[in-house]
């Protein structure tokens, strides 16, 4: 399975942005995706998570972040309002075919005030 997510960018506290991810390979083989990121010197943490219909998001994206998949277009969606300081990192998308994770090449996410 290959990744490519693109959308990052800059933008101000408060203002929204949609990361993309678009899948490629063993598609049908995907058990789940997800959004994981990584601020500056933290962990890589999950963002959101998404298995069929059924998702799952971190506390501290909760009513802010929205996942979605079109598998139509082999591409997952994490669109991203209220933006805040906190929310600057790389995000990466991710595709758990059993055993294997997969991931993309991450995008950068910069918030400013």
């Known amino acids: 399975v290959q990744l490519q997510a693109s959308g990052g960018g800059l933008v101000q506290a408060g203002g929204s942005l949609r990361l993309s991810c678009a899948a490629s390979?063993?598609?049908?083989?995907?058990?789940?995706m997800a959004w994981y990121r990584q601020a500056p010197g933290k962990q890589r943490e999950l963002v959101a998570k998404?298995?069929?219909?059924?998702?799952n998001y971190a506390d501290s994206v909760k009513g802010r972040f929205t996942i979605s998949r079109d598998n139509a277009k082999n591409t997952m969606y994490l669109q991203m309002s209220s933006l805040k300081l906190d929310d600057t990192a790389v995000y990466y998308c991710?595709?758990?075919?059993?055993?294997?994770?997969?991931w993309g090449q991450g995008t950068l996410v910069t918030v400013s005030t």
């Open positions: 390979g063993r598609i049908a083989s995907i058990n789940y």
């Open positions: 991710n595709a758990y075919v059993p055993p294997d994770n997969y």
């Open positions: 998404i298995n069929d219909r059924i998702t």
